[in-house]
């Protein structure tokens, strides 16, 4: 099993711009969550799914982002327009919830700057 | 919602002690505890896990005790190693769902 993939693993944009980020979970796994890691707030939901439907937004930061999941395998978290203070690593991670685990099992990251 | 809290922010032993990192939760229905290492500059990755109808649970060096009753949950690393060092985080379940609140991270570092 390849785990849960992550792209870009790093990215640099500058202010303004229209960033992009993108998760591909475990096979079989039916949720999956996006977390934001800085060193003040430490780890924070974004948003999290299940079944491809979004359960709860309630971390999204603001109108800026956006989250989409638009099958079993895909998801794409969008800044639009980026800001430096969305600089972070940001955390995709699937679960297999349904089936009476709640492990969460996250990605590499994505370690996005902002300038 | 749920607000976890967790204690030391920072934990420094000498190889072969012991190390305990302590967190508290606030939703009684939670019924999922789970621990996480993340080394530098890695992802988090579970290391052991706790259901409500458990007392303790042990893997090799790392054991999970719970306290339904307090609301409080407890980390212990026994015959620390310096791979052992990194940060820890301690989440807890919200209700019966599968969203995970975590607390804000101890870091842990072996001296030699």
């Known amino acids: 099993d390849a785990g849960v993939i992550q792209s870009p693993r790093h990215e640099v944009t500058e202010m303004g711009q229209e960033v992009t980020l993108r998760c591909k979970p475990i096979s079989g796994h039916n949720s999956l969550f996006w977390y934001r890691q800085t060193m003040m707030r430490g780890l924070e939901l974004l948003i999290y799914?299940?079944?491809?439907?979004?359960?709860?937004d309630s971390g999204m930061p603001e109108d800026r982002f956006s989250a989409k999941m638009p099958n079993a395998s895909f998801s794409t978290l969008k800044i639009q327009p980026s800001e430096p203070r969305d600089s972070a690593v940001y955390f995709c991670?699937?679960?297999?919830f349904g089936t009476g685990t709640y492990e969460q099992y996250f990605g590499p990251g994505t370690r996005l700057t902002v300038t | 919602g749920e607000n976890v809290e967790q204690h030391p922010s920072t934990l420094s032993v000498q190889e072969g002690d012991s190390a305990v990192i302590k967190c508290t939760y606030s939703d009684s229905a939670s019924n999922y505890f789970p621990w996480y290492k993340q080394e530098l500059g890695k992802r988090p990755q579970l290391i052991i896990d706790?259901?409500?109808?458990?007392g303790e649970k042990k893997d090799q060096r790392i054991a999970v005790t719970l306290n339904k009753t307090a609301k409080h949950f407890s980390l212990h690393i026994t015959e620390t190693q310096p791979e052992d060092s990194a940060v820890y985080f301690c989440?807890?379940?919200?209700?019966?769902?599968?969203?995970?609140?975590f607390g804000t991270g101890t870091r842990l570092q072996v001296t030699l």
């Open positions: 799914f299940n079944n491809n439907v979004p359960i709860d």
């Open positions: 706790i259901r409500s109808n458990v």
């Open positions: 991670a699937s679960s297999p």
């Open positions: 989440a807890a379940n919200t209700g019966t769902a599968s969203k995970l609140t």
